[in-house]
């Protein structure tokens, strides 16, 4: 992880106008800034477009940011804030999918002959709310990643953590239970 000392000190260097520091803080944030535009948007060709358009408010907000406590942090909000802005204006019927799959696989739940373990799962999930439920089902029956949850439920990644951890303490004590 790259220490916030030195983003601090390319971003007031970017401020000041010294472009090789822009170059420098591309070199180093990209990677990750890159990778998470690409699982909000989904396509290489916009997630590069979002990233040039983050960078360019990055650089613009160069002076502010180098002041942040945590610049990798505000730099991953702007990238995420730009993402969202273009799924939403992409719209259609994929625009909130987090991945696409490639051929369906047999779906364990709707086996007729399930388990008695299995039961005593479904039945824990069946006590949570309706989203929360659909949540733990998005991240942990379909892979669904924090960020696409938080897309798809217009919530926070803090909110998405606490969310998915009251609900596996609900169900972890359902299952704790005797039968």
């Known amino acids: 992880m790259t220490p916030h000392r030195e983003l601090r000190g390319l971003l007031a260097a970017i401020a000041a106008g010294d472009l090789s520091a822009c170059e420098r803080l591309y070199e180093l944030s990209s990677p990750k800034l890159y990778g998470l535009v690409l699982r909000l948007v989904r396509q290489p060709g916009l997630a590069s477009e979002v990233l040039r358009r983050a960078y360019g408010q990055i650089f613009v907000e160069a002076a502010r940011l180098s002041r942040e406590k945590a610049p990798l942090g505000a730099m991953t909000a702007m990238a995420r804030a730009a993402s969202l802005d273009a ?84 169900i972890a004590a359902h299952l704790r239970r005797p039968t």
Do not use: H, K, N
């Not at 039945?123 to 990643?145: F, K, P």
């Open 87 to 170: 799924v939403r204006a992409r719209g259609g019927p994929d625009a909130w999918e987090p991945f696409q799959v490639g051929r369906a696989a047999a779906d364990p739940l709707a086996l007729s002959g399930r388990s008695p373990a299995l039961m005593r799962v479904l039945a824990a999930l069946g006590l949570l709310s309706e989203e929360r439920r659909r949540m733990v089902l998005l991240a942990y029956y379909d892979g669904w990643t924090r960020d696409a949850l938080g897309v798809y439920f217009d919530i926070p990644d803090t909110g998405v953590r606490a969310w998915l951890a009251r609900s596996a303490q609900e």
